[in-house]
Protein backbone atom coordinates (compact mmCIF):
# COMPACT_ATOMS: atom_id res chain seq x y z
CA UNK A 1 0.00 0.00 0.00
CA UNK A 2 2.92 2.53 0.74
CA UNK A 3 3.98 2.43 -2.94
CA UNK A 4 0.64 4.09 -3.98
CA UNK A 5 2.15 7.18 -2.11
CA UNK A 6 5.45 7.23 -4.01
CA UNK A 7 3.99 8.73 -7.21
CA UNK A 8 2.73 11.83 -4.70
CA UNK A 9 6.08 12.29 -2.96
CA UNK A 10 7.63 12.28 -6.41
CA UNK A 11 5.66 15.10 -7.59
CA UNK A 12 5.58 16.98 -4.72
CA UNK A 13 9.66 16.67 -4.71
CA UNK A 14 10.29 17.63 -8.13
CA UNK A 15 7.60 20.17 -8.85
CA UNK A 16 7.25 21.95 -4.83
CA UNK A 17 10.01 21.16 -2.68
CA UNK A 18 12.94 21.16 -5.08
CA UNK A 19 11.85 24.36 -6.75
CA UNK A 20 10.79 26.33 -3.01
CA UNK A 21 14.45 25.09 -1.78
CA UNK A 22 16.44 25.99 -5.07
CA UNK A 23 14.32 29.51 -5.38
CA UNK A 24 15.24 30.25 -1.37
CA UNK A 25 18.88 29.31 -1.86
CA UNK A 26 19.44 31.65 -5.05
CA UNK A 27 17.81 34.56 -2.89
CA UNK A 28 20.96 34.42 -1.21
CA UNK A 29 23.48 34.61 -4.25
CA UNK A 30 23.44 38.23 -4.59
CA UNK A 31 26.45 39.91 -5.91
CA UNK A 32 27.27 41.57 -2.82
CA UNK A 33 26.52 39.15 -0.59
CA UNK A 34 24.79 36.38 0.84
CA UNK A 35 21.91 39.01 2.10
CA UNK A 36 22.47 41.68 -0.29
CA UNK A 37 19.31 41.08 -1.97
CA UNK A 38 17.15 41.38 0.85
CA UNK A 39 19.22 44.30 1.60
CA UNK A 40 18.68 46.08 -1.57
CA UNK A 41 15.19 45.21 -1.44
CA UNK A 42 14.82 47.07 2.44
CA UNK A 43 16.58 49.73 0.86
CA UNK A 44 14.52 50.56 -2.30
CA UNK A 45 16.82 50.25 -4.50
CA UNK A 46 14.56 47.76 -7.14
CA UNK A 47 12.32 48.70 -10.06
CA UNK A 48 14.64 51.74 -10.84
CA UNK A 49 14.81 53.22 -7.21
CA UNK A 50 10.82 53.57 -7.13
CA UNK A 51 10.85 52.24 -4.11
CA UNK A 52 10.27 48.22 -3.47
CA UNK A 53 9.14 48.58 0.76
CA UNK A 54 5.91 50.55 0.14
CA UNK A 55 4.99 47.65 -2.49
CA UNK A 56 4.47 45.06 0.75
CA UNK A 57 1.94 47.53 1.94
CA UNK A 58 0.41 48.08 -1.65
CA UNK A 59 -0.11 44.37 -2.10
CA UNK A 60 -1.41 43.94 1.56
CA UNK A 61 -3.94 46.67 1.10
CA UNK A 62 -5.77 45.37 -2.73
CA UNK A 63 -5.25 41.42 -1.34
CA UNK A 64 -7.13 42.53 2.30
CA UNK A 65 -9.42 44.06 0.78
CA UNK A 66 -10.61 41.97 -1.96
CA UNK A 67 -10.43 39.26 0.53
CA UNK A 68 -12.93 41.27 2.92
CA UNK A 69 -14.75 42.25 0.11
CA UNK A 70 -15.35 38.88 -1.66
CA UNK A 71 -15.94 36.86 1.57
CA UNK A 72 -18.52 39.38 2.83
CA UNK A 73 -20.49 39.73 -0.63
CA UNK A 74 -20.60 36.02 -0.62
CA UNK A 75 -21.52 35.22 3.17
CA UNK A 76 -24.87 35.81 2.64
CA UNK A 77 -25.54 35.22 -0.35
CA UNK A 78 -24.36 31.56 -0.09
CA UNK A 79 -26.48 31.37 2.91
CA UNK A 80 -29.58 32.31 1.27
CA UNK A 81 -28.98 29.96 -1.69
CA UNK A 82 -27.99 26.84 0.42
CA UNK A 83 -31.66 25.52 0.57
CA UNK A 84 -34.27 25.40 -2.59
CA UNK A 85 -35.03 28.73 -4.35
CA UNK A 86 -36.10 29.66 -7.43
CA UNK A 87 -33.60 30.49 -10.23
CA UNK A 88 -30.80 29.05 -8.46
CA UNK A 89 -29.18 27.71 -11.38
CA UNK A 90 -29.37 30.75 -12.99
CA UNK A 91 -27.84 32.83 -10.24
CA UNK A 92 -24.87 30.43 -9.70
CA UNK A 93 -24.19 30.60 -13.57
CA UNK A 94 -24.45 33.96 -13.66
CA UNK A 95 -22.33 34.56 -10.91
CA UNK A 96 -19.28 32.21 -12.37
CA UNK A 97 -19.30 33.52 -15.54
CA UNK A 98 -15.93 36.19 -14.98
CA UNK A 99 -14.14 33.08 -13.12
CA UNK A 100 -14.45 30.91 -17.01
CA UNK A 101 -13.69 34.35 -18.57
CA UNK A 102 -10.21 34.79 -16.87
CA UNK A 103 -8.38 37.62 -14.96
CA UNK A 104 -6.87 39.08 -18.42
CA UNK A 105 -9.54 38.88 -19.71
CA UNK A 106 -12.18 40.56 -17.46
CA UNK A 107 -9.34 43.70 -17.13
CA UNK A 108 -9.05 44.08 -20.52
CA UNK A 109 -12.48 44.77 -20.61
CA UNK A 110 -12.58 47.03 -17.64
CA UNK A 111 -10.60 49.30 -19.50
CA UNK A 112 -12.89 49.59 -22.07
CA UNK A 113 -16.07 49.86 -19.98
CA UNK A 114 -14.40 52.14 -16.88
CA UNK A 115 -11.44 53.38 -18.68
CA UNK A 116 -11.43 57.19 -19.92
CA UNK A 117 -12.78 56.29 -22.91
CA UNK A 118 -15.27 53.99 -21.92
CA UNK A 119 -19.30 53.23 -21.59
CA UNK A 120 -19.27 54.35 -18.22
CA UNK A 121 -17.82 57.53 -18.71
CA UNK A 122 -18.41 58.60 -21.93
CA UNK A 123 -22.32 57.96 -20.56
CA UNK A 124 -22.01 60.35 -17.63
CA UNK A 125 -20.29 62.96 -19.65
CA UNK A 126 -23.37 63.20 -21.90
CA UNK A 127 -25.50 62.90 -19.61
CA UNK A 128 -23.32 65.89 -17.91
CA UNK A 129 -23.34 64.38 -14.69
CA UNK A 130 -19.35 64.94 -14.65
CA UNK A 131 -17.50 67.36 -16.24
CA UNK A 132 -14.29 64.88 -17.04
CA UNK A 133 -14.16 61.38 -16.63
CA UNK A 134 -14.12 59.74 -13.50
CA UNK A 135 -10.52 58.05 -12.94
CA UNK A 136 -11.87 54.30 -12.42
CA UNK A 137 -8.60 52.55 -14.05
CA UNK A 138 -5.32 53.09 -13.44
CA UNK A 139 -5.18 53.31 -9.76
CA UNK A 140 -5.78 51.44 -6.84
CA UNK A 141 -9.62 51.42 -7.19
CA UNK A 142 -9.31 50.01 -11.01
CA UNK A 143 -7.77 46.90 -9.84
CA UNK A 144 -9.50 46.39 -6.19
CA UNK A 145 -12.61 46.04 -8.62
CA UNK A 146 -10.63 44.12 -10.66
CA UNK A 147 -9.67 41.72 -8.11
CA UNK A 148 -13.44 41.67 -6.64
CA UNK A 149 -15.14 40.65 -9.78
CA UNK A 150 -12.36 37.71 -10.21
CA UNK A 151 -12.42 36.68 -7.40
CA UNK A 152 -15.65 36.51 -5.72
CA UNK A 153 -17.44 33.46 -8.15
CA UNK A 154 -14.32 31.79 -6.27
CA UNK A 155 -15.19 32.72 -2.65
CA UNK A 156 -19.20 32.23 -3.57
CA UNK A 157 -18.62 28.32 -4.57
CA UNK A 158 -16.61 27.80 -1.39
CA UNK A 159 -18.86 29.93 0.96
CA UNK A 160 -21.90 27.48 -0.82
CA UNK A 161 -20.44 24.34 0.11
CA UNK A 162 -19.62 25.46 3.48
CA UNK A 163 -23.01 27.10 3.94
CA UNK A 164 -24.92 24.03 2.48
CA UNK A 165 -23.25 21.63 5.29
CA UNK A 166 -24.94 23.49 8.08
CA UNK A 167 -27.76 21.33 9.62
CA UNK A 168 -30.83 23.32 8.83
CA UNK A 169 -32.90 21.35 11.54
CA UNK A 170 -30.15 22.96 14.24
CA UNK A 171 -32.13 26.72 13.28
CA UNK A 172 -35.20 25.10 13.03
CA UNK A 173 -35.02 24.15 16.89
CA UNK A 174 -33.94 27.45 17.58
CA UNK A 175 -36.91 28.94 16.49
CA UNK A 176 -39.34 26.54 17.87
CA UNK A 177 -37.32 27.90 21.52
CA UNK A 178 -38.02 31.46 20.16
CA UNK A 179 -34.82 32.60 18.69
CA UNK A 180 -35.34 35.10 15.95
CA UNK A 181 -33.31 35.18 12.07
CA UNK A 182 -30.68 37.20 13.34
CA UNK A 183 -30.12 35.59 16.61
CA UNK A 184 -30.52 32.03 14.69
CA UNK A 185 -27.37 33.12 12.62
CA UNK A 186 -25.31 34.42 14.93
CA UNK A 187 -25.22 32.35 17.50
CA UNK A 188 -26.07 28.78 15.31
CA UNK A 189 -25.07 29.31 12.08
CA UNK A 190 -22.10 31.77 12.45
CA UNK A 191 -20.05 29.72 14.95
CA UNK A 192 -20.55 26.82 11.96
CA UNK A 193 -19.70 28.93 9.21
CA UNK A 194 -16.76 30.43 10.66
CA UNK A 195 -14.05 27.72 9.95
CA UNK A 196 -15.89 27.98 6.24
CA UNK A 197 -15.12 31.35 6.30
CA UNK A 198 -11.66 31.26 7.49
CA UNK A 199 -10.71 28.92 4.86
CA UNK A 200 -11.87 30.58 2.17
CA UNK A 201 -10.91 34.24 3.42
CA UNK A 202 -7.41 32.59 3.41
CA UNK A 203 -7.42 31.00 0.00
CA UNK A 204 -9.21 34.62 -1.92
CA UNK A 205 -5.74 36.59 0.28
CA UNK A 206 -3.54 34.29 -1.28
CA UNK A 207 -4.99 34.64 -4.79
CA UNK A 208 -5.81 37.96 -4.90
CA UNK A 209 -1.87 38.95 -2.88
CA UNK A 210 -0.27 36.92 -6.20
CA UNK A 211 -2.02 39.80 -8.36
CA UNK A 212 -0.32 40.65 -11.78
CA UNK A 213 -2.43 40.72 -14.69
CA UNK A 214 -5.03 43.23 -13.09
CA UNK A 215 -1.92 45.32 -11.79
CA UNK A 216 -0.38 45.41 -14.97
CA UNK A 217 -3.41 46.34 -16.72
CA UNK A 218 -5.78 47.84 -15.10
CA UNK A 219 -3.21 49.45 -12.66
CA UNK A 220 -0.39 51.86 -12.57
CA UNK A 221 2.87 50.19 -12.73
CA UNK A 222 4.49 53.49 -11.69
CA UNK A 223 3.68 53.11 -8.17
CA UNK A 224 0.13 53.43 -7.12
CA UNK A 225 -0.28 49.26 -7.36
CA UNK A 226 2.86 48.56 -7.73
CA UNK A 227 2.55 45.35 -6.22
CA UNK A 228 5.38 42.52 -5.36
CA UNK A 229 4.44 39.97 -8.60
CA UNK A 230 5.39 42.98 -10.63
CA UNK A 231 8.55 43.81 -8.77
CA UNK A 232 9.75 39.74 -8.86
CA UNK A 233 8.94 39.75 -12.72
CA UNK A 234 10.64 43.00 -13.46
CA UNK A 235 13.98 41.31 -11.92
CA UNK A 236 13.46 37.89 -13.41
CA UNK A 237 12.79 39.97 -16.86
CA UNK A 238 16.04 41.91 -16.56
CA UNK A 239 18.33 38.59 -15.47
CA UNK A 240 18.52 39.59 -11.58
CA UNK A 241 17.47 36.68 -10.16
CA UNK A 242 19.04 36.61 -6.60
CA UNK A 243 16.73 39.47 -6.26
CA UNK A 244 13.45 37.85 -7.99
CA UNK A 245 13.69 35.71 -5.79
CA UNK A 246 14.51 37.61 -2.55
CA UNK A 247 10.94 39.41 -3.28
CA UNK A 248 9.79 36.17 -4.20
CA UNK A 249 10.32 35.15 -1.04
CA UNK A 250 9.29 38.12 1.20
CA UNK A 251 6.02 37.59 -0.57
CA UNK A 252 5.82 34.50 0.96
CA UNK A 253 6.98 35.40 4.02
CA UNK A 254 4.51 38.27 4.59
CA UNK A 255 1.46 35.61 3.07
CA UNK A 256 2.08 33.22 6.09
CA UNK A 257 2.40 35.75 8.40
CA UNK A 258 -1.16 37.13 7.56
CA UNK A 259 -2.58 33.22 7.72
CA UNK A 260 -1.19 32.51 10.84
CA UNK A 261 -2.49 35.87 12.55
CA UNK A 262 -5.65 34.84 10.78
CA UNK A 263 -6.11 31.16 11.61
CA UNK A 264 -5.02 32.09 15.12
CA UNK A 265 -7.70 34.99 15.36
CA UNK A 266 -9.95 32.33 14.67
CA UNK A 267 -9.10 29.55 17.44
CA UNK A 268 -9.36 32.29 20.09
CA UNK A 269 -12.91 33.48 18.51
CA UNK A 270 -14.57 29.87 18.42
CA UNK A 271 -13.69 26.24 19.44
CA UNK A 272 -16.05 23.40 18.27
CA UNK A 273 -17.47 21.60 15.56
CA UNK A 274 -16.29 22.65 12.37
CA UNK A 275 -19.37 21.46 10.83
CA UNK A 276 -23.36 21.22 10.96
CA UNK A 277 -24.00 17.83 10.90
CA UNK A 278 -25.81 17.68 8.26
CA UNK A 279 -26.54 14.12 7.04
Not at 118 to 125: E, F, P, S, Y
Not at 134 to 151: D, E, K, P, Q
Not at 173 to 202: D, E, K, Q, S
Request: charged share 10%; glycine share 12%.
Amino acid sequence: MLWLVVPGVLFMLVFFVYPLFYGVGLSFQGEGGPLSAYEDFFADRFVSNNGSRESILVTLKLALAASLVNVGAALPIAYRMRGPIRGKRIITATVLIPMTLGTVFVASAMNNVLGPAGWVNKALLAVGLVGEPLALTGNFTGVLLSLVISGFPFAFLLMLGYASGVDPSLEQAAAVLGAGPRARFRLIALPLLLPGLTITFCLSFVLAFGVFPSATLVGNDAGPTRVLSKIAYTEYANARYATASATAVIMAVVQLAVLGLVLALRSRLYHGSTTGGKG
